[in-house]
Every structure is written in C-alpha cells, then in structure tokens.
C-alpha cells in the first residue's frame, strides 16, 4: 500500500494534489529492518527491545524515553555494535517498564483519551491493532492519525519540548515502525493547548506590530521586550505554560512578525538560527550549554527530516509551529544574548565532521542523548545546505569540545 493511498478519505483536503511549499531533497533513509551489516543489526534489535520493554513516558510520566534518539544518532555517526550496546545499557537504567492502561481505546474513542498520559500503553496498542488493518504499512497508519480531522494531532507535535516531533523524524530515518508507533503514542498522550495556535486560524491573523523575514531579528527584538522583563529568574520548562498563560498577546505578536517571502531560503536561516540558540548564547552569564535550548536545534533537525515526506499543506504549518516553539523556549530559557562571533570567529584548528562523530560516539558524553543528537543535527543541516563557511562545523567543534554538562 502506498503512504498515500487512504488521503481521497479526507475528501476536501486531496492532499496528494498538494505541491511542496519547501522544496528540498529527502535525507537517507536506513532500512534497518532488512540491513545485514552488524551495526544496522544491533540497531534494529535494540529500538525492539527498548520498545517491548520500556515506556517512551517515565518517571511518573514527566520525562521522555529518548533511546531511539541517541541510539540512532550514534548510529548514524559510526557507532558500531558494541557502542549501541553500551548506549543502551546507560539508556535504559531510568527508564520505567510499561504499565497497563486503565483501559483500552478504539477507532471510535480515540481523541477522548489525547493528552490523557496514563492511556500510553492503550495508545500503543491502539496503534499497533491498526497496522493490521493497514497490512502492516506503518507509514499508512501515521499518516491516517496524524492528519486526520479538523484538529490533526500533528498540531501539536511541538508539545513537551517537541519530543513527538523528534521521535517520529528517526522513525522515518530509521524506518522503524516500533519508534513510528511510539511516536504517534507520544503524540496523542503529550497532545496539548499548543494545536490550537495551529487550528485555529484567527491566531495566525494577528496583525502584529512589525515584519521582517528575519528571525533573528525578531529574537533580538524579543530580548529587548520589556513585557518579558524580570518574568522569569530561573530557566525551567514550566515557565512556558506560565507564558502563554500571562504574556500570549506579546509572544503571538513576535510570533506572526515573521513574514515568509522565500520558504526554502528562510528555513535554511530558521535552522542557521537554531544553531546559535544553542552554541552562540554561551557567556560569563550563561557559562554552559542551555538544556532547555538544545531542543530547539534538535527539533528544527527532525523539521528537517519530516518536510519532503508530509503533504505540501503542512509544510509551513511544520515550520510555523517549531517558530512558536521556539519563540517560547527562548523566553523560557531567559532570553540569553546571541553573539555569532562564538561560531564565525571560532578556529577549529583542523578538526572535522570525523572528529565530532568521534566525540559523539567515544567521547566523555557519548552516552549523553542531547550531546550526541545536537552534533548530529548540526552535520546533517550541513550537508543539507553546504557548508562554505564552515558555520555549521564551526558551532558543532566548539560545542562538542567545550561542553561539560548542561544548564537547567
């Protein structure tokens, strides 16, 4: 069954007539399931395990299982077997076995129970009974359940940090339909308030108070807005339902002064941009590398990965959501200055993508799952775009080589 053969069901919004918005080249795909070579093999049989054995929500389902997040990225920057192993090993000591569910959820049920974190396990089985009815075509399954409805559950893929987003980007890189059946279990259980900025058009109508195509220039305007100011002392993932609930007219103003002119060209910018959230914000302020910031490269990876595969409707509503996402991180995280200079002037005396894969994979964090998925992405947006100027090289030496641990 083509991906792509349920859609005339949705009937008015004959997406495969869809063009692409952002036009850009898919990246490999790893058919794990059918590779030979011994790595490939560890991998495949590793997100299995992980996948039989453990909850993608742990401790008391606030946190994310993120082993398919750094198992394929150590994966894919030369990991061997031996390394997946030892991975999975530090991996998985916190994670939480699964739980049933307090009961189980049907084709005719299913929105009832988004958001509802206790159904995870029900989800998943869910999930998994439909890829019987899709002759196990597991890109058929995702693509009826995130689509589906005036409110599509991919909405709000940037919920919780963007994790669902993230999950189900190595799900198709990977083609593993253990971690695409996780995802859309992530997806419904982490579904939030987010979707709405997305669904509801009125939001996106706004008029703000300024434009530009520039989101750099928004962020610095963000830093300089004095409605943020003293709104937050700590940097924590709870200030940002805090500021949707307080400041939602302020940060939905920035929000739409982004005005998209050239969507291949700006997304090349919004993912130059997310590597210096993270690398260039580094200062005597903010000695250490923002956790909360990671997610925003990471996640503009998996938007990466996703545009060439979805439907061209979705595209810039893709790229809308992780700039709201990212609009809120930022503020979150206390607005730190972006200074370019940390990556444009950095000397990285010689070093290459082969000795960042090597401090990803054998390095002192090799087993950190955020270390290990920001150099990856910064390799792939620089084979995406080409990298003259070695910018995105730049940002993942120095990154890789002076982090020591995350500030939270």
Not at 116 to 143: G, P
Not at 195 to 220: C, F, M, N, V
Not at 309 to 331: A, D, E
Not at 359 to 374: E, F, L, Q, R, S
Request: glycine residues 4%.
């Amino acid at each position: 069954m083509d991906m792509f053969s349920f859609l005339p069901s949705f009937g008015q919004w004959r997406l495969w007539e869809d063009s692409k918005v952002i036009d850009i080249p898919p990246v490999e795909v790893h058919e794990i399931e059918t590779a030979q070579e011994k790595p490939a093999r560890a991998l495949k049989h590793l997100l299995k395990l992980n996948h039989a054995n453990y909850a993608f929500l742990w401790n008391e389902r606030k946190f994310h299982n993120h082993a398919p997040h750094i198992l394929s990225s150590a994966f894919l920057q030369g990991a061997d077997a031996d390394d997946l192993n030892r991975i999975y090993e530090n991996e998985s000591k916190s994670l939480d076995p699964w739980e049933d569910s307090p009961g189980e959820i049907s084709t005719y049920d299913w929105r009832d129970y988004l958001s509802r974190r206790e159904y995870q396990r029900a989800f998943v089985d869910f999930f998994e009974d439909e890829l019987v009815r899709h002759s196990y075509d597991w890109k058929a399954v995702v693509f009826q359940y995130m689509f589906s409805g005036k409110e599509p559950i991919f909405s709000s893929l940037v919920a919780d940090l963007g994790h669902p987003l993230i999950h189900l980007a190595y799900a198709f890189e990977m083609s593993s339909r253990e971690v695409a059946m996780e995802a859309l279990g992530m997806t419904a259980t982490c579904y939030g308030s987010i979707h709405k900025y997305l669904d509801d058009p009125s939001y996106s109508k706004i008029e703000p108070s300024y434009r530009t195509t520039s989101l750099l220039d928004i962020l610095a305007k963000v830093r300089a807005d004095k409605q943020f100011h003293d709104l937050f002392t700590t940097s924590a993932e709870e200030n940002i339902n805090v500021l949707f609930r307080s400041h939602e007219a302020a940060l939905l103003n920035h929000w739409n002064a982004w005005t998209i002119h050239d969507p291949v060209a700006q997304f090349r910018d919004s993912q130059e941009a997310a590597a210096a959230l993270l690398v260039a914000t580094v200062s005597p302020a903010h000695p250490k590398y923002n956790f909360f910031l990671v997610h925003i490269l990471t996640t503009s990876h998996a938007v990466r990965i996703l545009l060439p595969l979805i439907p061209g409707k979705f595209q810039l509503p893709l790229v809308r959501q992780w700039w709201l996402m990212t609009l809120s991180v930022y503020v979150a995280g206390l607005r730190p200055e972006i200074d370019l200079k940390r990556i444009k002037g950095y000397d990285i005396q010689g070093r290459d993508w082969k000795w960042t894969a090597h401090m990803a994979v054998k390095g002192k964090y090799a087993t950190d799952a955020h270390y290990v998925k920001a150099i990856r992405a910064l390799r792939e947006a620089a084979n995406t775009w080409g990298d003259p100027e070695e910018y995105y090289l730049r940002a993942a030496v120095r990154f890789a080589e002076e982090f020591d641990d995350w500030e939270f």
